[in-house]
Structures are given as structure tokens and as C-alpha cells.
């Protein structure tokens, strides 16, 4: 079955850092794209970064454009294991943290990053970031 499960998230002061990791099973990791989102209390979900999702380019990425230069997605294939190293954590960073999958064909028919949580099949259940002012 596939799974996506969550971990690396918790409190942090502003200015600090968190590495939060998606693990993957249950498919082939190398088949599909994984994108990282977030939602705030009251707020929608929003994308904040993917990997293999830009024309369906494998190892291609993509930010937020209000996060680039503070986090960085990569992944390590052998583990089927995304990562998103977060630096520079603001206040306004804390929501929830998920990540999911999508196939790589949709990636590359999307023709463009491919950040729009309405395209994503699979679901982890999230993980808690909160940043301190």
C-alpha cells in the first residue's frame, strides 16, 4: 500500500532550523514527483516546494518563491526519502507540514512546476512546525 509518513517537526525559536523527512513506501519512488505544503490555522494548504515536478525532469525542483534561499528539498533515492531542510524559520512558518505524490506522467503533462495540491493523489498525515517570536 502506499504510504507517506511525516517527521522532523516541532518547536523552534525564530531564525532556527528544522530538517522535516517524508518517508515513502508502497510504489516506485522513482515514478512519481513529491511535493511539500503546509497550512496554517484557518488558512488553505499551500505548496511550499516539490522534487521531480518541473516538466516531469527528474531530481528537477521547485520553491515557493517567497522560501527560496531559506529551504531546500532533495531526497535520497536509496531510502525513498524526501527531505526539506528549513532555515531561518519565521513565525509566520508555523502550520502543519505534509507531503504527497503524484506521478511523474502528471508532472510532465502539467507543463509546469507542478505545486497545486489538487494534483496530488497521496497524503501523509502531516507534521507540526512551530517557530517562536
Known amino acids: 500500500e502506499v504510504q507517506l509518513v511525516e517527521s522532523g517537526g516541532g518547536l523552534v525559536q525564530a531564525g532556527g532550523s528544522l530538517r522535516l523527512s517524508c518517508a515513502a513506501s508502497?510504489?516506485?519512488?522513482?515514478?512519481?514527483?513529491i511535493g511539500w505544503f503546509r497550512q496554517a490555522p484557518g488558512k488553505e494548504r499551500e505548496g511550499v516546494s516539490c522534487?521531480?515536478?518541473?516538466?516531469?525532469?527528474?531530481?528537477?525542483?521547485y520553491y515557493a518563491d517567497s522560501l527560496k534561499g531559506r529551504f531546500t528539498i532533495s531526497s535520497d533515492n536509496a531510502k525513498n526519502t524526501v527531505y526539506l531542510q528549513m532555515n531561518s524559520l519565521k513565525p509566520e512558518d508555523t502550520a502543519v507540514y505534509y507531503c504527497?505524490?503524484?506521478?511523474?506522467?502528471?508532472?510532465?503533462?502539467?507543463?509546469?512546476?507542478?505545486?497545486?495540491?489538487?494534483?496530488?493523489?497521496?497524503w501523509g498525515q502531516g507534521t507540526q512546525v512551530t517557530v517562536s517570536s
Open positions: 522534487i521531480s515536478c518541473f516538466d516531469g525532469t527528474k531530481g528537477s525542483t
Open positions: 504527497a505524490e503524484v506521478s511523474a506522467d502528471v508532472s510532465a503533462w502539467y507543463g509546469g512546476p507542478l505545486l497545486n495540491r489538487h494534483e496530488y493523489l497521496y
Open positions: 508502497g510504489f516506485t519512488f522513482d515514478d512519481y514527483a
